[in-house]
């Protein structure tokens, strides 16, 4: 598995930059893309020595930034086209049912983790494309992909718990509606040969996953880029825990 | 079946006023609120001559509107509280993967099927409670409801088509979202005696279905309020067709 290059999103700290840090051990893969809200703080970032990685300046929520990542991307990798989108960036905005409503909130969950997601995508769909038709063949990482960091807790039918304890409504919806997106978009990108997928790390050792995690970020990170390399077309639009275990809407 | 009260927003054309009309044939039904946007342009609602007929102005996109409706609702149905909350008001804003990123229009449509619904119902919980407590016993339409018109259009492992013609991007995505929240609060509001259900009214002859739908408004308005009827506690939380067939997320 080496796609020439890899854009991953939020990867300023947490399963992002683990991804990014997993990544970086294949030395085929050419451009590693890592995204910030603010590049000036990713400090673990900018600490790392190594010519492969790009960092660029990225707010999901807003259409101008987007543009501006989409500008930077393409002149970072040429006319070989995008190869891998990573959507990583993610917020768990507390929300739950007997709370006052807030409707601000709510959207600011279902933009970051959803509707955002479709915009960025929508608009590396060139650069992604590119790829794809440069390599043909079959349907892998290393020909063009789009991969999405959803949540079992996005999943609808094995939902037993609720809004629970870490008042996860708002994010739950979020990311249920991120595994509907990313089935459309699948279906929509079959003919271009464009791969999709969407899994779930597991409960990590992060800033939104506490202390507490019985997972690492590096040992999410290793399965998940582990199982990234096994995807095929018959993975196309499906919802996959880190060691590519089907997970049910 | 005969719950003291009973709200359907979207109520001035379409399945809303079907399902009004269908409500109406049952006279142990003492109060039945049908909310419109522009209640001035709801012209069949206002040609019915029904003293159970409350019109409300209610655009769930916009709280000081929800507040000012729940005021209206909280007047009407005094101390028996609201019994059955449909939400039945969407709409369909047309957007493909492939086409130019317009975050306004897929965050409307996010806003109105999904988010909007979120918000009325946490505005209405304390009418519905009410009734719970009022009423006691097994879950039912009579004790206390949230209902909502949903699609199978919204279910994730049954997409087949994509987009499709009918340019679903959006919302397909927004219908999950929204079955994924009344999963979630169903569960919250599990130990309130408040029954949560999600429907799919199948494809019928309005402004959204077109004229070639196989459906007429009556006969799904028809069945719905039938299914409702049977509704009890092992179909709390669930997703269901217009003749309670389980459908899966």
Known sequence: MAPYSVMVTGANRGLGLGLVKEFMKNKEIHKIIATARNP????????????????????????????????????????????????????????????EPNRADFMKNMDVNAVGVAILTQN?????????????????????????????????????????????????TSKSALNSLMKTMSIDLSSDGILVANFCPGWMQTDMGGPKAPLTVDQSAAELVSSFAKLNKKHHGGFFSRSLQAIPY
Request: glycine content about 8%; proline content about 2%.
């Open 124 to 172: 590396l769909l060139p650069l992604l494309r590119q790829s794809a038709a440069r390599m043909k063949g079959d349907f892998s990482l290393d020909r063009a992909a789009i991969l999405n960091i959803s949540a079992t807790y996005g999943s609808i039918s094995k939902n037993t718990t609720g809004s629970g304890p870490l008042k996860g409504l708002a994010y739950m």
């Open 40 to 99: 000036n703080d990713a400090k673990d970032l900018k600490q790392i020595q190594d010519d492969r990685i790009h960092l660029v300046k990225l707010d999901v929520t807003n259409d101008e930034s987007i543009k501006n990542a989409h500008a930077e991307v393409k002149s970072i990798v040429g006319d070989k086209g995008l190869t891998t989108l990573l959507n990583n960036a993610g917020i768990w905005v507390k929300y739950v049912t007997k709370q």
